[in-house]
Nanobody, 120 residues
């Protein structure tokens, strides 16, 4: 079995910063793309940032220049550094990863989500 566990959410003032972490554990052979999604109340879940195993990144236009995604392949961990945060960044943030298990199967896994609130 594989688990994704997020941490680092919370309350921050506009203009502030937060760093999210997501650690994958379990029967892991390899992890391909790791992503961060978010879902605000009444809205659809949207892709925030993605990173390949080789380090290529992709960002939503709304976070370009403010958020940075990175990963530590040795620790099966992905990070999201969020700077210059805005109230519209308020959402539940979800970690996602495409993982090949030791059994040789590729599955899509999601974390449980972590609340991020930007408010004064």
């Amino acid at each position: 079995q594989v688990q994704l566990v997020e941490s680092g959410g919370g309350l921050v003032q506009p203009g502030g910063s937060l760093r999210l972490s997501c650690a994958a554990s379990g029967s892991i052979f390899s992890i391909y793309t790791m992503d961060w999604y978010r879902q605000a109340p009444g809205k659809q879940r949207e892709l925030v940032a993605a990173i390949t195993r080789g380090g290529s990144t992709n960002y939503a236009d709304s976070v370009k220049g403010r958020f940075t995604i990175s990963r530590d392949n040795a620790k099966n961990t992905v990070f999201l550094q969020m700077n210059s945060m805005k109230p519209e960044d308020t959402a539940v943030y979800y970690c996602h990863a495409n993982i090949v298990t030791n059994g040789g199967y590729e599955w899509s896994y999601w974390g449980q989500g972590t609340q991020v609130t930007v408010s004064s």
